[in-house]
C-alpha cells in the first residue's frame, strides 16, 4: 500500500503560480504511475496530468497543457504540480492518485490510492 499526502494548496489571483505536493509512504514510490485530478463543485473528478514511473513521460489535460506540470523526485517519494497562469476556472480541490497496475494513466478507475485533496481558489 501507498499514503499520500498532498498539500500547498491556496488563495492566488487570476494570473498567478502555486506549486502541489504529493507525499507518498508505504512502499517503493517508484512502482507506482502517479497523476493528479481535480474536483469542482458540483462537477466530476477530472484528468489534470499524469507522469510515468520513472517519470520519463507525461501527459495533461487539453485544459491544462502548458500551463501546469508534473514532476516526480522518486528519491524524495513526492510528486509535484506546478500550476502557472492560473484561471478562475482551476478553482477545485486537486487530488493526487498512484496506480499499481499502468505505466501511465488518465483513467480514474486504473488507480488504487488517492490523497485527502488540497484546496486551490483562483480569484478573478
Known amino acids: 500500500q501507498v499514503q499520500l499526502v498532498e498539500s500547498g494548496g491556496g488563495l492566488v489571483q487570476a494570473g498567478g503560480s502555486l506549486r502541489l505536493s504529493c507525499a507518498a509512504s508505504g512502499r517503493a514510490f517508484i512502482r507506482y504511475a502517479m497523476g493528479w485530478f481535480r474536483q469542482a463543485p458540483g462537477k466530476e473528478r477530472e484528468f489534470v496530468a499524469a507522469?510515468?514511473?520513472?517519470?520519463?513521460?507525461?501527459y495533461y489535460a487539453d485544459s491544462v497543457k502548458g500551463r501546469f506540470t508534473i514532476s516526480r523526485d522518486n528519491a524524495k517519494n513526492t510528486e509535484y504540480l506546478q500550476m502557472n497562469s492560473l484561471k478562475p476556472e482551476d478553482t477545485a480541490v486537486y487530488y493526487c492518485?498512484?496506480?499499481?497496475?499502468?505505466?501511465?494513466?488518465?483513467?480514474?478507475?486504473?488507480?488504487?490510492?488517492w490523497g485527502q485533496g488540497t484546496q486551490v481558489t483562483v480569484s478573478s
Open positions: 492518485a498512484a496506480s499499481s497496475i499502468a505505466t501511465m494513466t488518465w483513467a480514474k478507475y486504473e488507480y488504487d490510492y
Open positions: 507522469i510515468s514511473r520513472s517519470g520519463g513521460s507525461t
